[in-house]
């Protein structure tokens, strides 16, 4: 046997043998896996599609330790298809490459598709998920997708729409619970041959503790075997004393990195939309305390302040532009400040999204309607335009009384469609007073 060989067997034996509790107590097949039956009950699709063998492309996303990778694992032992690995944080296109390639021999020399199982996929970058599309496309391979980011924000447009999008929520108390009992018995008890027990309250304050994150739930009742010493008859008793122990500081705080980070900074927009400065705040400062990306968070209130706020008060534009640029300028902790200070203005703002209203609604238009410049709007500056008759007959408002004058703007075959109603509220309501006066002008025909 080469010493290679030697290696890998002694290596493989290691991490089989101190692989931690979580790893070893990963399902291997459907009826051992707990939750996710909106997905995974009986008669659902996905669990037809793995047992009948038929899985097209899909994306699994969701928090972590709710089963995306256990379930790639129980349908590869499933499938009778060549089943292939990547993790996005090693591999790169070169590995790509290298799966497509056997994907394809797998088809010329046994006519069997392949199903490419990739780890963190959000972490491939644009040209890393479309070296992937053709293959996808053309049914080289099936694609399976695992992430904690929403993966509408994070896997290419086009790979979507050839996967089915799972969504696998944060595991219920009970499953968590039935996951730890699970562990004690099968894991700890038969195969490890512990003398064991594990009082009922500790089970309980594991699975409250682990927010529906089996793993976390495992990791820390691992701990607690490890770290608790045994009895004069060599037995181990789990008690809620042990199983505090073995808990690190709870924290409210979420991975900045994944699908909560949306979640939580939707509570902002929306707080800041319903014109509730005290609990913008408290969003502002939970994801300050969890290391969000200040500037991220500028950003939002940028759009925020357009979308919500718009013209009527169309200063708050202003003031979040500048808090993004303080941000540039002075950087954390500090930046904190100006932060408050934009987001206790735009909540406090008047509210009008007639402008995010529309510029949707003529953008909704654009799709069945390809508008042509009327020749009295066009460009004449520009050589043999007079010829054509560009820009002949227009009116230059500026040489009429009141800067305007009544003429056409739009193209000649227009149904003259309103896009924009504004509100009568904060500033907005003195451009509606404008306008009125405009249409009022109109009617009396005085220009």
Same mark, same amino acid.
Request: hydrophobic letters at 40%.
């Given at each position: 046997?080469?010493?290679?060989?030697?290696?890998?067997?002694?290596? =493989?034996?290691?991490?089989?043998?101190?692989?931690?509790?979580?790893?070893? $107590?990963?399902?291997?097949?459907?009826?051992?896996?707990?939750?996710?039956? *909106?997905?995974?009950?009986?008669? %659902?699709?996905?669990?037809?599609?793995?047992?009948?063998?038929?899985? @097209?492309?899909?994306?699994?996303?969701?928090?972590?330790?709710?089963?995306?990778?256990?379930?790639?694992?129980?349908?590869?032992?499933?499938?009778?298809?060549?089943?292939?690995?990547?993790?996005?944080?090693?591999?790169?296109?070169?590995? !790509?490459?290298?799966?497509?390639?056997? #994907?394809?021999?797998?088809?010329?020399?046994?006519?069997?598709?392949?199903?490419?199982?990739?780890?963190?996929? *959000?972490?491939?970058?644009?040209?890393?998920?479309?070296?992937?599309?053709?293959?996808?496309?053309?049914?080289?391979?099936?694609?399976?997708?695992?992430?904690?980011? =929403?993966?509408?924000?994070?896997?290419?447009?086009?790979?979507?729409?050839?996967?089915?999008?799972?969504?696998?929520?944060?595991?219920?108390?009970?499953?968590?619970?039935?996951?730890?009992?699970?562990?004690?018995? %099968?894991?700890?008890?038969?195969?490890?041959?512990?003398?064991?027990?594990?009082?009922?309250?500790?089970?309980?304050?594991?699975? /409250?503790?682990?927010?529906?994150?089996?793993? %976390?739930?495992?990791?820390?009742?691992?701990?607690?075997?490890?770290?608790?010493?045994?009895?004069?008859?060599? /037995?181990?008793? !789990?008690?809620?004393?042990?199983?505090?122990?073995?808990?690190?500081?709870?924290?409210?705080?979420?991975?900045? %990195?994944?699908?909560? *980070?949306? &979640?939580?900074? @939707? #509570?902002?927009?929306?707080?800041?939309?319903?014109?509730?400065?005290?609990?913008?705040?408290?969003?502002?400062?939970?994801? !300050?305390?969890?290391?969000? &990306?200040?500037?991220?968070?500028?950003?939002?209130?940028?759009?925020?302040?357009?979308?919500?706020?718009?013209? #009527?008060?169309?200063?708050?534009?202003?003031?979040?532009?500048?808090?993004?640029?303080?941000?540039?300028?002075?950087?954390?902790?500090?930046?904190?400040?100006?932060? #408050?200070?934009?987001?206790?203005?735009?909540?406090?703002?008047?509210? @009008?999204?007639?402008?995010? $209203?529309?510029?949707?609604?003529?953008?909704?238009? $654009?799709?069945?309607?390809?508008?042509?410049?009327?020749?009295?709007?066009?460009?004449?500056?520009?050589?043999?335009?007079?010829?054509?008759? *560009?820009?002949?007959?227009?009116?230059?408002?500026?040489?009429?009384?009141?800067?305007?004058?009544?003429?056409?703007?739009?193209?000649?075959?227009?149904? =003259?469609?309103?896009?924009?109603?504004?509100?009568?509220?904060?500033?907005?309501?003195?451009?509606?007073?404008?306008?009125?006066?405009?249409?009022?002008?109109?009617?009396?025909?005085?220009?």
């Amino acid at each position: 046997m080469s010493n290679l060989n030697l290696f890998n067997m002694n290596y =493989n034996e290691f991490i089989q043998n101190n692989s931690p509790l979580a790893d070893k $107590m990963r399902p291997v097949d459907l009826t051992e896996f707990e939750g996710q039956a *909106h997905i995974l009950a009986e008669g %659902k699709m996905l669990r037809r599609a793995i047992l009948a063998d038929k899985l @097209s492309s899909i994306i699994l996303y969701g928090p972590p330790g709710t089963g995306k990778t256990t379930l790639a694992r129980i349908i590869a032992r499933a499938t009778k298809k060549n089943f292939e690995t990547l993790n996005a944080v090693t591999s790169g296109i070169k590995d !790509i490459k290298e799966k497509t390639a056997e #994907a394809i021999n797998q088809i010329s020399l046994y006519k069997r598709q392949t199903i490419v199982f990739i780890d963190e996929i *959000h972490r491939f970058n644009k040209s890393q998920q479309d070296a992937l599309l053709p293959y996808v496309e053309n049914g080289t391979i099936i694609l399976i997708g695992a992430t904690t980011e =929403n993966p509408y924000f994070e896997v290419n447009s086009a790979l979507l729409s050839r996967s089915m999008i799972f969504e696998l929520k944060a595991l219920e108390y009970e499953d968590v619970t039935a996951i730890l009992r699970r562990a004690e018995e %099968k894991v700890l008890i038969k195969e490890a041959g512990l003398n064991i027990s594990i009082d009922e309250d500790a089970i309980e304050l594991l699975a /409250s503790y682990s927010g529906g994150d089996a793993r %976390k739930a495992l990791n820390a009742l691992e701990l607690a075997v490890l770290t608790t010493p045994t009895g004069k008859d060599g /037995s181990i008793r !789990i008690t809620v004393n042990d199983a505090k122990e073995s808990i690190q500081n709870k924290t409210s705080y979420y991975d900045k %990195k994944g699908d909560k *980070h949306y &979640d939580i900074i @939707s #509570a902002f927009i929306k707080s800041l939309r319903g014109s509730d400065p005290d609990a913008a705040l408290l969003w502002l400062a939970k994801m !300050i305390k969890s290391g969000e &990306d200040p500037k991220f968070i500028a950003r939002r209130l940028i759009i925020s302040a357009s979308e919500d706020v718009g013209n #009527a008060d169309p200063n708050a534009l202003n003031i979040a532009v500048n808090c993004f640029n303080a941000i540039n300028i002075i950087g954390m902790p500090e930046g904190r400040i100006p932060l #408050a200070q934009t987001t206790i203005y735009i909540a406090c703002a008047p509210k @009008s999204n007639t402008a995010y $209203m529309a510029i949707n609604k003529a953008l909704d238009l $654009m799709n069945t309607y390809n508008p042509d410049v009327p020749n009295t709007l066009k460009d004449k500056s520009y050589k043999s335009a007079s010829k054509l008759g *560009h820009g002949a007959g227009y009116k230059y408002p500026h040489d009429y009384q009141y800067g305007f004058v009544e003429q056409n703007y739009f193209p000649l075959d227009f149904n =003259n469609e309103k896009f924009y109603n504004p509100k009568n509220i904060g500033y907005e309501k003195n451009i509606k007073k404008y306008l009125d006066f405009i249409n009022d002008l109109k009617s009396k025909e005085e220009i």
